[in-house]
């Protein structure tokens, strides 16, 4: 249930729900994402569907993940991109074959060892993690190419978009009990909206915690 081949059933899979960047899709054949969960539920891992990562956090299904990296237009090969919410460090992972560089910022202490942990036995040395409010982003290494949250927000947080680039896209989960993958691109006079699928993530919490 962990092999190269599962893999490629789950890319397969991707395709058919409508992921068409080629280069998104090769990566989530060559990240192990068994790696990234406890031993119990590695033989789940390739399964299109959330999984428990401890503290109250989920590993996103592959098709959230492959719908917002594909949305962040990391297939045409971003230089910068922020993520917000490392968890265990799979979609990090996913996002250091695609960028030149990825930072990411977690707010739970245990989380980002663990992510720092899997991160050091793929031999990934691009992603530079950082034990943080998300809310906030990370000034000092701004502007992005790119910001992804994999949490959910009622507001768009005013210090991400700040953050961007420009043409830079933020890729967010937006709303309480119904919650939709938002996509707001800076551009020269301003910033465009666009609201898409309907989705399910953890809320999005401010502060960091031990």
């Not at 990566?27 to 789940?44: N, T």
């Not at 000092?140 to 190419?145: G, K, R, V």
């Amino acid at each position: 249930m962990t092999s190269q081949r599962t893999r490629l059933r789950m890319v397969e899979r991707l395709r058919t729900q409508g992921i068409k960047d080629e280069r998104v899709l090769a990566v989530f054949a060559e990240v192990q994402r068994h790696i990234f969960v406890d031993e119990a539920l590695a033989h789940r891992a390739y399964e299109d569907t959330a999984l428990p990562i401890g503290f109250g956090q989920t590993i996103s299904q592959p098709w959230v993940v492959a719908r917002m990296l594909e949305l962040a237009g990391a297939g045409a090969g971003l230089n910068t991109v922020l993520e917000i919410g490392t968890g265990c460090g799979y979609q990090a992972a996913l996002l250091s074959r695609l960028v030149r560089h990825v930072y990411s910022v977690e707010r739970i202490q245990e989380l980002l060892t663990r992510a720092r942990r899997n991160l050091h036995e793929l031999a990934i040395t691009n992603v530079r993690l950082k034990h943080a409010d998300g809310v906030i982003g990370l000034k000092a290494s701004a502007p992005f190419d790119a910001i992804i949250m994999a949490a959910a927000a009622t507001h768009v947080p005013d210090a991400l978009l700040e953050q961007l680039g420009e043409g830079g896209r933020l890729v967010m989960p937006l709303g309480n009990r119904e919650q939709f993958l938002t996509v707001i691109t800076r551009e020269a006079e301003g910033f465009d909206r666009q609201t898409l699928d309907e989705v399910r993530f953890v809320p999005l919490l401010p502060g960091a915690s031990g």
